[in-house]
T-cell receptor, first 114, second 113 residues
Framework: EAQVTQNPRYLITVTGKKLTVTCSQN?????MSWYRQDPGLGLRQIYY???????DKGDVPEGYKVSRKEKRNFPLILESPSPNQTSLYFC?????????????FGSGTQLSVL | AQSVTQPDIHITVSEGASLELRCNYS??????LFWYVQSPGQGLQLLLK??????LVQGIKGFEAEFKRSQSSFNLRKPSVHWSDAAEYFC???????????FGTGTSLTVIP
């Protein structure tokens, strides 16, 4: 089954403790992206990747890192999480860049930073 | 700058009634427009998309949307709402330059039996 898998679904952590949210897709998609969803703000793009070893900033990249060492994986790294990064995070992928193709979304990761 | 506005934060309709969700965009070139739906606890699912051609676009689950360039709008419609349509709906515009998506803030739909 074609899918985007995020882990974990729920995560509670404390300020400053490094964490990684994993994202994996099994559709051989070139394009992958991370979003955060906050009430009243909709979805905002954090980072995206057009292909392996190619990443770029979205609208809200501060405090986040990503890597794309393999085509299928696109982890989101919070080196020193802060409470303002408490949010619902979504990973998404598409086959050749978002234009012309729909995004496939993961089920989300609810992160709480205390 | 690109932006998407969904003026209705929350809409309540009765089951069987018609539905229209509003979306206005700001974009300098021909837009690529999308509607996504998010069911509780789920990721987003594409309902329909518009790139060019016929301005009335048909999507899944009986939804349709009409692109009106003069009004910079891309409103989503459904003739008869089902209880299972209760969800959050997001309009989005795709920017070719930068390969970025810009999402609206969403409209939450409640369906009354």
């Amino acid at each position: 089954e074609a899918q985007v898998t995020q882990n974990p679904r729920y995560l509670i952590t404390v300020t400053g403790k490094k964490l990684t949210v994993t994202c994996s897709q099994n559709m051989n998609h070139e394009y992958m992206s991370w979003y955060r969803q906050d009430p009243g703000l909709g979805l905002r793009q954090i980072y995206y990747s057009m292909n392996v070893e190619v990443t770029d900033k979205g609208d809200v990249p501060e405090g986040y890192k990503v890597s794309r060492k393999e085509k299928r994986n696109f982890p989101l790294i919070l080196e020193s999480p802060s409470p303002n990064q408490t949010s619902l995070y979504f990973c998404a992928s598409s086959s050749r860049g978002l234009i012309g193709e729909k995004l496939f979304f993961g089920s989300g990761t609810q992160l709480s930073v205390l | 700058a690109q932006s998407v506005t969904q003026p209705d934060i929350h809409i309540t309709v009765s089951e069987g009634a018609s539905l229209e969700l509003r979306c206005n965009y700001s974009y300098g070139a021909t837009p690529y427009l999308f509607w996504y739906v998010q069911s509780p606890g789920q990721g987003l699912q594409l309902l329909l998309k518009y790139f060019s051609g016929d301005t009335l676009v048909q999507g899944i689950k009986g939804f349709e949307a009409e692109f009106k360039r003069s009004q910079s709008s891309f409103n989503l419609r459904k003739p008869s709402v089902h209880w299972s349509d209760a969800a959050e709906y997001f309009c989005a515009v795709g920017a070719f330059a930068g390969n970025q998506f810009y999402f609206g803030t969403g409209t939450s739909l409640t369906v009354i039996p």
